[in-house]
């Protein structure tokens, strides 16, 4: 103690207090992560970023599964925890479930953290400049966890789609338009389904949708153009909240 600060150390707080730090550390090695990402990608730019964070993440995930399996005591095989190998197929996707609701969640709150102090004007700022760097992102890992080429054109687009965590959470659908161009749809949508049953308006969407597509499906085939078919604020019909034509140019 001294000048008014208290000094003190880990070793002197409680078990309860430790159980916080612990949490407090998981914490902040999630936002330096994202930090590291963050300023990556602003001097090297995104697919740069993603190559770098590809091994970083690799090395990142392998050295925290390590130490702790062997400080908590659970079984490592492949790297992956043995416990989760040995769950059921239905297991696993009821995790899966659960982990792309929390990363929607996350998603909520820190746009209603923004929302409640600047506003919404910020917020919705804040959240389509976000996107501009989740989309491509989320792109470009699935596109190389799925094998994808360089240009895979409309079905691979497809396959991409499939594979975000929105398709987890949400109901989407695909339509042909002809050889050049699909329409996709997003039958039932999560954060606006529960707008509806509160009473609410549509949350319009549409300025983040604006980055969102055209980001992803630039990022899985550079030749995909998107165009909005609607999004709200605009009126669309009971079956879909939004839907986005994706057109391959020559």
């Given at each position: 103690?001294?000048?008014?600060?208290?000094?003190?150390?880990?070793?002197?707080?409680?078990?309860?207090?430790?159980?916080?730090?612990?949490?407090?550390?998981?914490?902040?090695?999630?936002?330096?992560?994202g930090c590291w990402?963050?300023?990556?990608?602003?001097?090297?730019?995104?697919?740069?970023?993603?190559?770098?964070?590809?091994?970083?993440?690799?090395?990142?995930?392998?050295?925290?599964?390590?130490?702790?399996?062997?400080?908590?005591?659970?079984?490592?095989?492949?790297?992956?925890?043995?416990?989760?190998?040995q769950m059921k197929?239905?297991?696993?996707?009821?995790?899966?479930?659960?982990?792309?609701?929390?990363?929607?969640?996350?998603?909520?709150?820190?746009?209603?953290?923004?929302?409640?102090?600047?506003?919404?004007?910020?917020?919705?700022?804040?959240?389509?400049?976000?996107?501009?760097?989740?989309?491509?992102?989320?792109?470009?890992?699935?596109k190389e966890l799925?094998?994808?080429?360089?240009?895979?054109?409309?079905?691979?687009?497809?396959?991409?789609?499939?594979?975000?965590?929105?398709?987890?959470?949400?109901?989407?659908?695909?339509?042909?338009?002809?050889?050049?161009?699909?329409?996709?749809?997003?039958?039932?949508?999560?954060?606006?389904?529960?707008?509806?049953?509160?009473?609410?308006?549509?949350?319009?969407?549409?300025?983040?949708?604006?980055?969102?597509?055209?980001?992803?499906?630039?990022?899985?085939?550079?030749?995909?153009?998107?165009?909005?078919?609607?999004?709200?604020?605009?009126?669309?019909?009971?079956?879909?909240?939004?839907?986005?034509?994706?057109?391959?140019?020559?």
């Amino acid at each position: 103690m001294g000048n008014g600060v208290l000094v003190g150390r880990f070793e002197e707080l409680s078990r309860e207090e430790l159980v916080r730090w612990v949490m407090e550390g998981f914490r902040r090695t999630l936002i330096h992560y994202g930090c590291w990402f963050r300023e990556v990608e602003y001097q090297l730019g995104m697919e740069k970023a993603v190559a770098v964070e590809r091994e970083a993440g690799d090395l990142s995930f392998g050295i925290t599964m390590k130490r702790l399996s062997g400080i908590l005591g659970f079984e490592l095989e492949d790297g992956m925890p043995k416990r989760l190998k040995q769950m059921k197929r239905e297991e696993l996707l009821k995790l899966l479930d659960g982990v792309c609701v929390n990363w929607l969640a996350n998603d909520g709150v820190w746009f209603q953290a923004v929302e409640k102090r600047f506003g919404m004007d910020t917020a919705k700022r804040c959240n389509d400049t976000c996107w501009s760097r989740y989309s491509p992102y989320e792109a470009l890992r699935i596109k190389e966890l799925l094998g994808l080429s360089e240009h895979p054109g409309l079905e691979g687009l497809k396959a991409a789609l499939g594979f975000r965590m929105y398709a987890r959470i949400n109901k989407q659908s695909m339509e042909d338009v002809d050889a050049e161009s699909f329409i996709f749809r997003m039958n039932d949508c999560r954060v606006q389904s529960a707008r509806k049953r509160k009473g609410l308006a549509d949350y319009p969407c549409k300025s983040g949708g604006m980055v969102e597509y055209p980001f992803f499906a630039s990022a899985i085939d550079s030749r995909i153009e998107t165009e909005c078919v609607g999004c709200p604020p605009d009126a669309h019909p009971d079956d879909w909240y939004c839907a986005w034509k994706f057109t391959l140019k020559a």
